[in-house]
């Protein structure tokens, strides 16, 4: 198990008064096929998750609707008793139907009820931090997330969340969160191919609010660039690499939850965080989504 004099993969950051690693891990791929029941090879999902916390990732990410449930119970089957650095990051605000939607589920009794189910599987009686999930499938979409909110707040002022943040937002919602409440985190789709939330990474950077990016490698369709080939050649590393130390060099507040259910897989991920690039491999990156 990782102990405080492990060096946090791509350093730390203050998520409130709880310090991460930069580079996390993203558990949604530890469930089965389009992210419906539980994985495939149960051991090689645990070694997986005991590998995150060997390599120091104090920061791992997940949803009670990743399985729905699996996840969860296997991040408890792996790692609890957790080590005390260790911060687990849930999501709430969306369910899962049949037919492996993703309905939105922010009712006042739906997000109570994920709220609780993410105590119970994860065996917390806290919760370190829950995003609010907004939008849809198909991205944000715009409208006032004071009812939700409101919510949460309410739980967190029970004991049940320590802090809160908000995921598939847009800037005026992140906007009326932060007016609303204390928000230590927003999460959106972002990485070198969709660059749509530059303003907003660097306003909240002056703010010091984390900005998390899921499909940090393009998700579902992996990044495929003879610029990002090209950056990776030279350094003699992986295009995936390269792009996810790009991200790490873009903003001071962005971690990184890249996920994998493979343990070779992970340990590439993990040497993006030592990759330095130069101004000239950052250009010619930047010219990607640009």
């Not at 996920?259 to 030592?274: D, F, K, P």
Request: net charge negative.
């Amino acid at each position: 198990m990782n102990t405080p004099s492990i060096p946090l993969p791509g350093g730390a950051w203050a998520l409130g008064e709880l310090s991460v690693s930069r580079f996390g891990y993203g558990a949604m791929q530890l469930a089965g096929p389009g992210v419906m029941g539980p994985p495939a090879d149960r051991d090689a999902a645990l070694a997986v998750l005991r590998e995150a916390v060997d390599l120091g990732i104090t920061h791992i990410d997940t949803a009670g609707a990743y399985g729905p449930r699996f996840t969860n119970q296997l991040i408890r089957e792996a790692l609890h008793p957790y080590p005390p650095e260790l911060r687990l990051v849930t999501k709430v605000g969306a369910d899962r139907d049949r037919h492996g939607g993703w309905p939105p589920a922010r009712e006042p009794e739906d997000l109570r009820r994920a709220v609780h189910e993410n105590l119970d599987d994860l065996g917390l009686d806290v919760l370190d931090l829950v995003n609010l999930r907004l939008g849809d499938a198909r991205g944000p979409r715009p409208g006032s997330l004071a009812a939700p909110l409101a919510t949460l707040v309410e739980l967190q002022q029970q004991g049940l969340i320590r802090h809160l943040g908000v995921s598939n937002a847009t800037a005026e919602q992140v906007a009326e969160a932060r007016a609303a409440a204390p928000i230590v985190c927003v999460q959106n789709m972002y990485n070198l191919a969709h660059r749509q939330d530059d303003e907003l990474i660097d306003e909240l950077a002056g703010q010091g609010v984390a900005y998390v990016p899921f499909f940090p490698l393009g998700g579902f369709s992996p990044l495929q660039s003879s610029s990002l080939s090209a950056v990776a050649e030279r350094l003699d590393a992986t295009p995936m690499s390269v792009a996810l130390a790009w991200l790490l060099q873009r903003s001071p507040n962005i971690l990184l939850i890249p996920g994998t259910s493979s343990r070779a897989h992970l340990r590439e991920n993990v040497a993006g965080a030592g990759l330095r690039l130069s101004p000239e491999d950052i250009a010619e990156l930047d010219g990607i989504g640009r």
